[in-house]
């Protein structure tokens, strides 16, 4: 079972700056991970994705709305995965998630806990 621990969130002004982490535990990690992602759920709205890093080559991808502002990167020593999230707008504001994709699993099935994101106009 892996576990992802969500930190970083916060209320933060527009135009500024927060950086969320996620750390995932569970044994011989890389070597059951396919991709590990960051979502984002406003109130009202379904879950969206934001950026996604695939694990064997790093490959990333990033929702049309955060490219340019934002940044998804790891840290593979440590099995984290992180979100530079810069130019913030009061749009992104949302509890963030962090999930991860298991080899031979058709799509994200494990999640943190959530972190709360708020911009202020």
């Known amino acids: 079972q892996v576990q992802l621990v969500e930190s970083g969130g916060g209320l933060v002004e527009a135009r500024g700056s927060l950086r969320l982490s996620c750390a995932a535990s569970?044994?011989?990690?890389?070597?059951?991970?396919?991709?590990m992602g960051w979502f984002r759920q406003a109130p009202g709205k379904e879950r969206e994705i934001v950026a996604s890093?695939?694990?064997?080559?790093?490959?990333?991808y990033y929702a049309d709305s955060v490219k340019g502002r934002f940044t998804i990167s790891r840290n593979n020593a440590r099995n984290t995965i992180y979100l530079q999230m810069n130019n913030l707008e009061p749009d992104d504001t949302a509890v963030y998630y962090c999930?991860?994709?298991?080899?031979?699993?058709?799509?994200?099935?494990?999640w943190g806990q959530g972190t709360q994101v708020t911009v202020s106009s």
């Open positions: 569970g044994r011989s990690f890389s070597t059951y991970t396919v991709a």
């Open positions: 890093i695939r694990w064997a080559n790093g490959d990333k």
């Open positions: 999930a991860h994709q298991r080899v031979g699993a058709s799509g994200y099935g494990d």
